[in-house]
C-alpha cells in the first residue's frame, strides 16, 4: 500500500493554471503506475492522465490532451499535473492514484488514493 496527499489546487479564472502535486509514501514509489482522475458533483470519478513507472508513457484524456502534463520525479517520490488554459468544465476535485504494473484508465483498477483537492475554473 502506498499512502498519497494532493497538494495545489484551488480558484482560478478560465484560461489560467493549476499545477497539482501528489507524495507518496509506504512503499517503492517507482513500482507503482500513478494517475490523476477528478469527479464534479453528480458525475462519475473519470480519468485525466496516467503515467508509468518509469516515466516513459503518458497518457491523457481526449478532453485535456494538449493543455495538461503529467510527470512524475521518482527520486523525490511525487507526481504532478500541470494544467494549462483551464475551463470551467475542468472543475471538479482531483485525486491521484497509484497500482502496481502499468496504467489504467478504470478508477476501479486504482487500490491506492490521495483525499483529493479541488480545482474550480470560474468563467
Known amino acids: 500500500q502506498v499512502q498519497l496527499v494532493e497538494s495545489g489546487g484551488g480558484l482560478v479564472q478560465a484560461g489560467g493554471s493549476l499545477r497539482l502535486s501528489c507524495a507518496a509514501s509506504?512503499?517503492?514509489?517507482?513500482?507503482?503506475?500513478m494517475g490523476w482522475f477528478r469527479q464534479a458533483p453528480g458525475k462519475e470519478r473519470e480519468f485525466v492522465a496516467g503515467?508509468?513507472?518509469?516515466?516513459?508513457?503518458?497518457y491523457y484524456a481526449d478532453s485535456v490532451k494538449g493543455r495538461f502534463t503529467i510527470s512524475r520525479d521518482n527520486t523525490k517520490n511525487t507526481v504532478s499535473l500541470q494544467m494549462n488554459s483551464l475551463k470551467p468544465e475542468d472543475t471538479a476535485v482531483y485525486y491521484c492514484?497509484?497500482?502496481?504494473?502499468?496504467?489504467?484508465?478504470?478508477?476501479?483498477?486504482?487500490?491506492?488514493w490521495g483525499q483529493g483537492t479541488q480545482v474550480t475554473v470560474s468563467s
Open positions: 492514484a497509484a497500482r502496481r504494473y502499468g496504467v489504467s484508465r478504470d478508477y476501479v483498477m486504482y487500490p491506492d
Open positions: 509506504g512503499r517503492t514509489f517507482s513500482e507503482y503506475a
Open positions: 503515467i508509468s513507472r518509469a516515466g516513459g508513457s503518458t
